[in-house]
C-alpha cells in the first residue's frame, strides 16, 4: 500500500496524515489530536517576538506582531499564525504543534521547546 498526501503550504502534518490514513486501513485505533485554547488566544505577552531555533533540527524562526497577533515566521512563505493556550504555551496550526516559551521574573527568555504531533518535545534556543 502506497499513501501519498499533498500539501502546498510547507505544512509537516502531512506525515500525521499519512500514518493516519495507513492506520485506518489495516484497522488501527486512530487518535484526533485536540487543542484547548485559552479564553482570548490571540492574548500574546509581547516578550516571544524575536529570533530563535529550534536547537537539535537546526530550524529558524522569527515571532512578529501582525494586528497585534503573533506569527510564527518560518521563511517568507512559510508562516503561521500562534494561537495562546496558556500563559506560555502557543498552538501552531500549521504544523499541528505547540510552542512553549519560558521567561523569567525579570523577562528574561529561560527556555523553551517545539513539539509536533507524535514527537517529543524539542529544545527551542533564542537568537
Same mark, same amino acid.
Do not use: G, I
Given at each position: 500500500m502506497? &499513501? $501519498? $498526501?499533498?500539501?502546498?503550504?510547507?505544512a509537516t502534518v502531512a506525515g500525521s496524515i499519512t500514518e493516519a490514513i495507513a492506520g485506518m486501513v489495516f484497522g488501527k485505533a486512530i487518535t484526533? !489530536?485536540? &487543542?484547548?485554547?485559552?479564553s482570548n488566544p490571540h492574548d500574546s505577552d509581547p516578550r516571544i517576538a524575536g529570533n530563535y531555533r529550534v536547537a537539535v533540527r537546526g530550524w529558524t524562526f522569527t515571532i512578529e506582531f501582525r494586528d497585534g #497577533? !503573533? $506569527?510564527?515566521?518560518?521563511?517568507? &512563505? #512559510?508562516? /503561521? /499564525?500562534?494561537? #495562546? $493556550? /496558556?500563559?506560555?504555551t502557543w498552538f501552531e496550526p500549521l504544523d499541528w504543534a505547540t510552542l512553549q516559551l519560558k521567561f523569567d521574573d525579570g523577562g528574561k527568555f529561560v527556555g523553551g521547546t517545539f513539539t509536533l504531533p507524535g514527537s517529543v518535545p524539542l529544545k527551542v534556543e533564542r537568537l
Open positions: 502506497t &499513501v $501519498v $498526501v499533498l500539501t502546498n503550504n510547507y484526533t !489530536p485536540a &487543542v484547548t485554547l485559552a #497577533r !503573533p $506569527v510564527a515566521m518560518w521563511n517568507e &512563505v #512559510r508562516m /503561521s /499564525s500562534m494561537l #495562546r $493556550v /496558556s500563559d506560555d
